[in-house]
């Protein structure tokens, strides 16, 4: 470590900035945001800088430096364009003992303005270490998406409380096991859902005298996408990472799997067709059963777990059982596997409707409203179709859709697997009887998807990415 991080009370404390350009503009915003009182000297000023002379935030002198300048203040930064000018006031400073910075000019400074991620009362400092101030901001701004502005909140509900909470619990153990479930549980996501009196009335309930012999879990129903890491939201990765127990479905890539907690115990309940690891009734009484136990339970589902994910039915049961549950949406296979396949679900010219149905209903059968399917100037997406594909290209043709009509099947959309095969609803089965994809395979039947020749963007990788096989675990058959 070359440099020593440190946080200093700035507020209500002198502070020079020497220089009046766009730079210098930039470090009194950062020691105003501080609370420090900020003198300005320089001949001129940029156009922000004046404005916050006129609204009374700074003082400013119109004048070159002196040195009698640096007498009396905390801190100083040199932004002039004149490296001589700096130097000299690096060299007064230190000399004095007083922290100095001195723009583009690493070796005279005795301190650096580090790129900040304000969360207030939260704040997080990147350095470099004086080496790439680039750098620095580019990890700011990966922090900047992966910190919510809630947090902030979180840390000054958290700080009302302190008193009451040690108070409250005597041991220190037991003070600990408190805050990680209000940091890292359901009061935390309702501080960052903007749920204020929610997420009070949760702290209040951990407050009370029973709350560790209650001490229930949450269930978190996340959409983990159609195979890409990258589509995963930041929320959801949030909540994946502090869950305890993952309970997961077959249509989970590997990699999205991998980004759970290493410690949290995974619990896998796949179905593929004809074969279910558990019943879904099973696994609705094992959410419920875990989250009695006082487990944060992650239920991660590809896809979308509101679009054919049977999402609905598991939420009924916690909300039946009195268990508190979050439900994440995902981009749902149809979204992903058509974008990536280069296929636009809608398209004036083409479509101005888009219908997304099931391919195998709850009985097995294949009984949908055929003709409402038919209507022309429409997309319709098939999930877990594969299996009834000669079915479904009968009754299509059978109520009218012509055998020209282009289909797509999109085979293991987003991952390193995807392969798109196109044709007509009169030809596609025989390019499928030669070559079978491999589930998960989504249809798509309409005219965009004579777009795919013009807009095929994706190239899948040669090798999976993410440093593990983007494999899907199971399959839509």
């Given at each position: 470590?070359d ?8 507020r ?6 020497v220089?009046?350009?766009a730079t210098?503009?930039?470090?009194v ?8 009182t ?6 001129e000023l940029?156009p922000?800088l ?6 009374g ?26 490296r ?12 004095a ?7 583009d ?12 991620v304000?969360r207030?009362?939260?704040t997080?400092?990147?350095s ?5 101030p ?5 990890l700011r ?5 992966l910190?919510p ?13 302190r008193?009451?909470?040690k ?23 309702r ?12 702290i ?7 709350a560790?012999?209650?001490d229930i ?25 502090q ?5 997961y479905?077959?249509l989970v ?21 004809n074969?279910?690891?558990l019943r879904?009734e099973e ?7 875990l ?6 339970v992650?239920r991660?589902?590809?896809g ?10 598991e939420?009924d049961?916690?909300?039946a ?7 994440i949406?995902g ?9 990536y396949a280069?296929i ?19 009985d ?5 409203n ?10 319709v997406?098939?999930y877990m179709g594969?299996?009834?594909l000669?079915i ?6 059978a109520h009218?859709?012509?055998p020209?009509?282009?289909i797509?099947?999109?085979q293991q959309?987003?991952t ?5 095969y ?5 030809t596609?089965w025989?390019?499928?009887?030669a ?10 039947v309409?005219e ?5 020749d ?6 899948p990788?040669?090798e999976p ?8 675990l199971?399959?839509?058959?």
């Open positions: 470590m440099l020593l991080p440190l946080f200093l009370e700035m209500h404390r002198p502070c020079l900035v220089g009046g350009g210098a503009a930039r470090k915003s950062t020691l105003l945001r501080a609370g420090a900020v003198t300005v000297i320089a001949p940029a922000e004046v404005r916050r002379v006129q609204a935030e700074l003082v400013h002198q119109a004048r070159p430096f002196m040195t009698e300048d640096i007498q009396g203040q905390r801190l100083i930064i040199a932004a002039t364009n004149d001589a000018v700096n130097r000299r006031i690096a060299e007064l400073a230190q000399a003992d007083i922290p100095v910075n001195v723009v000019d690493p070796e005279s400074c005795t301190f650096i303005l580090p790129s900040i304000d207030s009362p939260v997080v400092a990147i470099s270490g004086k080496t790439s680039v750098l620095a901001r580019l701004t990966r922090l900047e998406a910190i502005a809630g947090y902030g909140r979180l840390a000054e509900l958290s700080g009302r409380y008193d009451r909470v108070e409250r619990f005597q041991e220190p153990a037991f003070r600990r096991r408190f805050w990680d479930r209000v940091l890292q549980g359901a009061v935390a996501e501080v960052l859902a903007g749920q204020m009196q929610e997420a009070e009335a949760l209040e309930q951990e407050l009370a005298p029973d560790l012999e209650r879990g949450e269930v978190y129903l996340v959409g983990a996408g159609p195979g890409d890491p990258d589509l995963i939201t930041f929320r959801a990765l949030r909540l994946m990472q869950a305890d127990v993952v309970v479905d077959r890539a590997t990699p999205i799997l991998n980004m759970t907690r290493r410690d949290a115990q995974r619990i896998y309940v796949g179905k593929q067709r074969h279910h690891a879904q696994i609705n009484r094992l959410l419920v059963d989250a009695k136990d006082g487990h944060r992650l991660l589902k590809g979308d777990p509101f679009i054919f994910g049977r999402g609905g039915e939420i049961t916690l909300a059982e009195g268990i508190p549950f979050q439900v949406p981009i749902t296979a149809a979204s992903g596997c058509a974008a280069g636009p679900l809608t398209h004036r010219d083409y479509a101005q409707s888009v219908i997304f149905v099931t391919g195998h209903l709850k097995g059968t294949i009984d949908l055929w003709p409402a399917l038919a209507q022309p100037h429409q997309t997406v098939f594969l299996a009834g000669p479904i290209v009968e009754r299509l043709m009218g859709v012509p020209d009509m282009p797509a099947l999109v959309g987003t390193h697997l995807q392969k798109v196109t044709g007509t609803l009169a596609i025989d390019q499928v009887a070559d079978p994809p491999i589930p998960p395979t989504l249809l798509i309409g965009v998807v004579r777009l795919r013009k807009l095929n963007w994706y190239q990788p040669d990415v993410h440093g593990a096989t983007t494999e899907i199971g399959s839509e058959s």
